[in-house]
Nanobody, 125 residues
Framework: QVKLVESGGGSVQAGGSLRLSCAAS????????MAWFRQAPGKEREGVAT???????TYAEPVKGRFTISRDNAENTLYLQMNSLKLEDSATYYC???????????????????WGQGTQVTVSS
């Protein structure tokens, strides 16, 4: 059974940094398209960053230049480095895994079949 476990969330002041991790089991992170999504209260879940099998990454416009998605195949873990955090980055962040290697619209949640439980990120002023 595929399992995704996120960690690394927490509270941080605006301008600070956090690194989220997503440890996968029964799933090889280097073989497929994976993503980070986030959902703030009262808002729809949105795709934040994706990485496909060829290491091509995409980012939502609000996080470009501040967030970096990466993976460690040896550790079978996906990461999201978040710098220069803003109040509007506060949300629950989810790791998501596909069985496809790539997608023409990678930040669409319909690509993803497995989801982690989420980790909370709170940015304060």
């Amino acid at each position: 059974q595929v399992k995704l476990v996120e960690s690394g969330g927490g509270s941080v002041q605006a301008g600070g940094s956090l690194r989220l991790s997503c440890a996968a089991s029964e799933y090889t992170v280097g073989n497929y398209l994976m993503a980070w999504f986030r959902q703030a209260p009262g808002k729809e879940r949105e795709g934040v960053a994706t990485m496909d099998r060829s290491n091509k990454s995409t980012y939502a416009e609000p996080v470009k230049g501040r967030f970096t998605i990466s993976r460690d195949n040896a550790e079978n873990t996906l990461y999201l480095q978040m710098n220069s955090l803003k109040l509007e980055d506060s949300a629950t962040y989810y790791c998501a895994a596909s069985f496809w290697t790539s997608s023409t619209s990678p930040r669409s949640n319909g690509n993803y079949f497995y989801w982690g439980q989420g980790t909370q990120v709170t940015v304060s002023s």
